[in-house]
């Protein structure tokens, strides 16, 4: 079960699916009628959310073939990135796991929907493609103990974080530049209730996030082997700043990939879903 943004001739709804139901308008089976992605996370609560998607009627789902699927939403208030967070990864970069969470902020702009090109920056020779576990907010949060940070997660979602490598590698002060191209940062097309994600697994820590190529694992981990978990990394932002429904912490990866124009990136995650991008030369 998820929410999710279906694209038609007639525009982009959202609908709520049932992988053994199909697909219906989110409107016509959750209160208030919500008519986009975002308004369902802002207005209506994770357990209401899958109490009336399980109790809406067969008759209103349709067969899922031929749905294709938009980017969620995207005009979150905040999408915060995560660097370095599996130790692994670091000591790939022979880097050291920091302190506190190396984060940084992305804009809008660089968001993608799932199958959308990514467009490779004329002004970078290495981008990489990072997979990632992305955590949905779903009631704001400022200032929460990591213990009940997870009360405002609404659901978790696949997510591929791209940087340019070489630029990054200049100046660790460009990492803003290096992060915010156009088509850097794709989720979707599934945003999964936490407690849907998590119902096979027991806990968030269980969930294997892989960065893929061209159909292939290339690097794979557990949610366990990151130096900040999710809970942490909720609190630990909330207490910068506040976090809205809909915000977006893109909680790190277990490797990344270099990609060239031809190549198409993945994000796989069990419970979760699957995500890919393929790779475009961009100006």
Not at 51 to 56: D, G, L, S
Not at 137 to 148: F, N, P
Not at 161 to 187: H, V
Not at 248 to 253: E, M, R
Request: charged share 20%; proline share 9%.
């Amino acid at each position: 079960m998820y929410l999710a943004t279906a694209r038609s001739a007639g525009g982009e709804t959202a609908v709520v699916v049932d992988e053994k139901r199909g697909a219906a308008p989110a409107a016509d089976v959750l209160p208030g009628a919500p008519s986009t992605a975002l308004e369902v996370i802002e207005r209506v609560a994770e357990p209401e959310f899958v109490a009336a998607v399980r109790k809406a009627p067969d008759s209103a789902f349709a067969p899922l073939e031929g749905t294709e699927f938009a980017a969620p939403y995207t005009r979150p208030r905040k999408i915060w990135g995560i660097g370095l967070n599996y130790v692994e990864h670091a000591s790939d970069l022979t880097e050291s796991v920091p302190e506190e969470p190396a984060s940084f902020m992305k804009g809008d702009h660089t968001i993608i929907a799932p199958g959308e090109p990514i467009p490779l920056p004329s002004q970078s020779e290495r981008v990489t493609a990072e997979a990632e576990l992305g955590l949905v907010i779903g009631r704001e949060c400022h200032g929460v103990e990591d213990d009940d940070a997870l009360d405002h997660v609404w659901g978790v979602c696949t997510v591929l974080d791209q940087t340019a490598e070489d630029i990054l590698a200049r100046n660790p002060r460009f990492l803003t530049r290096s992060k915010n191209f156009p088509g850097f940062f794709s989720f979707g097309p599934a945003v999964v209730p936490l407690s849907e994600a998590l119902a096979g697994v027991g806990s968030i820590g269980e969930l294997t996030v892989a960065t893929r190529l061209n159909g292939a694992d290339e690097r794979v981990n557990t949610v366990s082997h990151m130096r900040y978990s999710p809970a942490f990394l909720v609190g630990f932002h909330s207490r910068v700043m506040p976090l809205f429904p809909g915000d977006i912490i893109s909680t790190g990866t277990p490797g990344a990939v270099h990609i060239r124009p031809g190549d198409v990136a993945g994000c796989r995650i069990p419970g979760v879903g699957e995500l890919t991008n393929p790779v475009v030369q961009g100006r």
